[in-house]
């Protein structure tokens, strides 16, 4: 698989979201749309079970903190009847309730709050399970694709990965900001990025480490 093909369909992915806490609900959101995914959130389990027939197939992030019949409950009606990854969130106890539990389908079980490099590296695993793709075949295509880019490309995506401003990079390596700019874009199409986000996610997923500078 092709890393431009893995790309164009994590930017197709949604991500449904499954919390009654409000606040929760919303974090979420910005921080999955930062960068670059589709998001459709429902206040109860409910309310998403009732939908899922009519939802195109996406991941999903459940609170087991849920009113009843409760996230558990829920859970376990979800993933009996559909094979999409789900990440479910919950305290110590929660987390041990549903490890014990009967269940089918990918769920994997997060910490509340889960910090977001956490949540976005949770994502990616989960849509390279709803992609039909394992992490390994995903990591080694986005390593052959940023073996394939440019001498230029490469200075601008470490000066990037080193949180390194555009103005920065332009006078570093003596070219127009409008250059790095472009670089930048670049770089996302070829790697199938949607966000500079997505793009610093994809890269450390793949192992790539910034080298260090003289």
Known sequence: MRARDVGLRMMQTRVYIVAADPGIRGG???TLKAAGYLTRSFASG???LQACARLPAGCVILDLALPAPGGLEALRE???GYPWPVLALGTQAERGAALEAPRSGSVSLLDKPVPQERLLAAVLDAQAVLCGADAQQRERALGQAVALLTPREHEVLDALLAAERIKQTAARLGIAESTVKSCRKTIKRKLGAHSTAQLI???MRAGIVR???S
């Open 28 to 30: 979420l959101q910005r």
């Open 46 to 48: 409910i309310a998403f």
């Open 78 to 80: 979800f993933a009996a």
């Open 201 to 203: 996610q994809l890269v």
């Open 211 to 213: 080298p260090a500078r």
